[in-house]
């Protein structure tokens, strides 16, 4: 075994392991982000980065697979035909996350107009307007060799660091995103909880070693108050039932200082009772 290719086994799995703990610990910033707990005390042990591995690499297998696949396909050997594809792969990829991630339907038509249309904008409109030439497909030619003459970010960086570092970094940070959304989406559709009997009820939120993180529960409002505590399960034993009483929301914050949002109604102001006037005393006759 040469010295490059242990090398590069060992920056491999360096590049998987940080893979996995940033999707883990993206993961979990989704789920305190939703119930309002600090960044500070999540905690990822081997068990979330072997989770987050397994989730990475079918996420991943699915990915490659589905853009192979709209790769192969029989698009026109043209400017035009190879931007239109590329606007299509936006589009299915854009329309699967607002599916996984369940957008109402005008949000799904917003973000999907939204980066199809700013792509098209980009790269259809945008050199009709300002490439000289004849004909439109002449334009969108002449375009792509401008781009891939041009020097950009991307390339700065990739020759310094590498092709693959980029890739991987531009990789990394999507993932990221994916599994924070994920683990957002997942806490506000939660429904099996433990609960922590007591006055008041407590429940259970995230579990990171032996730190349980809990907070008062109104079950009738399906609301939890973001008080938060913290019991150490080493130090003492915490006695939890499993029930259903999902999807929670956090109850709204009231502060004891907060200034009136609302003007208060304003006070009739009632006139003043005018005291009764004593009868004039008649003159007397002479």
């Known amino acids: 075994m040469t010295e490059r290719s242990t090398l590069s086994e060992g920056l491999l799995l360096g590049a998987i392991t940080v893979t996995a703990y940033a999707c883990a610990f993206a993961y979990e910033a989704g789920q305190a982000t939703f119930y309002g707990y600090p960044f500070q005390l999540i905690r990822i042990d081997l068990s979330s980065i072997f989770i987050a591995v397994v989730a990475v690499f079918l996420t991943l297998s699915f990915v490659i697979a589905i853009a192979d696949l709209l790769i192969r396909m029989p698009w026109p050997d043209s400017a035009l035909g190879r931007q239109l594809g590329t606007a299509a792969i936006i589009a299915f990829f854009v ?55 041009t020097p950009n970010l991307v390339n700065v960086v990739q020759a310094i660091v590498g092709e693959h570092a980029v890739f991987w970094a531009i990789g990394l940070v999507a993932l990221m995103i994916v599994f924070a959304s994920v683990g957002l989406a997942v806490a506000s559709r939660e429904r099996l909880y433990l609960v922590i009997p007591g006055t008041p009820e407590r429940a259970v939120l995230r579990i990171y070693g032996t730190t349980i993180i809990s907070a008062e529960l109104e079950r009738k409002q399906k609301l939890f108050k973001r008080h938060f505590t913290f019991d150490d399960v080493a130090n003492a034993s915490v006695r939890a039932i499993r029930e259903e009483i999902g999807p929670l929301k956090a109850a709204a914050v009231i502060l004891p200082n907060a200034r009136r949002t609302t003007p208060a109604p304003e006070k009739r102001k009632t006139p003043a009772p005018t005291p009764p006037q004593k009868p004039s005393s008649s003159k007397k006759g002479a």
Do not use: C, H
Request: hydrophobic fraction near 55%; charged fraction near 20%; proline fraction near 4%.
């Open 95 to 149: 329309t699967a996350l607002a599916l996984i991630f369940r957008f109402s339907p005008l949000r799904l038509w917003l973000t999907l107009y939204g980066f199809v249309g700013a792509f098209l904008l980009l790269e259809l409109i945008m050199p009709a307007l300002f490439i000289r030439g004849r004909k439109y497909q002449d334009k969108l030619e002449r375009a792509e060799q401008i781009n891939a003459r």
